[in-house]
């Protein structure tokens, strides 16, 4: 029984993946750039509800990040950005604190868009948190809210940390 859990853990994994690429390219006016909305960025919040879950936001930014137009140090910086707000989130016990998380995380994109489109670091903090603050915030918290008082999704999620706090 235990390894039927993980394996559908690591298939929960691959589908937040595909999901996150989908939605990064399928939105990539809005997606990339200094001034951003990447919609994708609401599945961080599947770190909250299981840290497996995570590795998934991560290897899908990795491979969104594969067709940015800021090239490598996009793939570099931005997928670290993502791992540092998904790891921040696995240690998080309030979900609208863990929200919060890929906004400040993303300071390392802000500073990566400084060095690469010669703008003010502080133009670009405010530009990135407020895409962050708009998607994952107020759109993802009521999301995901609902998702993690739902007894029926949250039983075929089979979550590995308690989110009824």
């Not at 951003?36 to 936001?57: C, H, K, T, W």
């Not at 594969?66 to 570099?76: A, E, H, R, V």
Request: hydrophobic fraction near 55%.
């Amino acid at each position: 029984m235990q390894s039927r859990s993980i394996t559908k853990r690591i298939a929960v994994s691959g589908v937040i993946a595909a999901l996150y690429v989908a939605l990064t390219l399928g939105l990539a006016p809005i997606s990339y750039e200094a001034v951003q909305f990447r919609v994708s960025e609401i599945l961080n919040l599947m770190a909250f509800i299981d840290p497996v879950y995570g590795i998934g936001v991560v290897l899908g930014c990795f491979i969104a990040n594969l067709f940015s137009p800021f090239g490598l140090p996009d793939i570099i910086f931005g997928t670290l950005a993502t791992a540092v707000a998904v790891f921040a989130i696995t240690r998080t016990k309030n979900l609208f604190v863990a929200s919060l998380w890929p906004m400040f995380a993303n300071v390392i994109v802000a500073i990566e868009l400084t060095y690469i489109l010669h703008t003010p670091i502080w133009y670009n903090i405010i530009t990135v948190w407020i895409g962050e603050f708009v998607v994952v915030t107020c759109v993802g918290f009521p999301i995901f809210r609902m998702i993690t008082r739902d007894r029926r999704i949250m039983e075929l999620l089979e979550p590995r940390k308690d989110t009824s706090k």
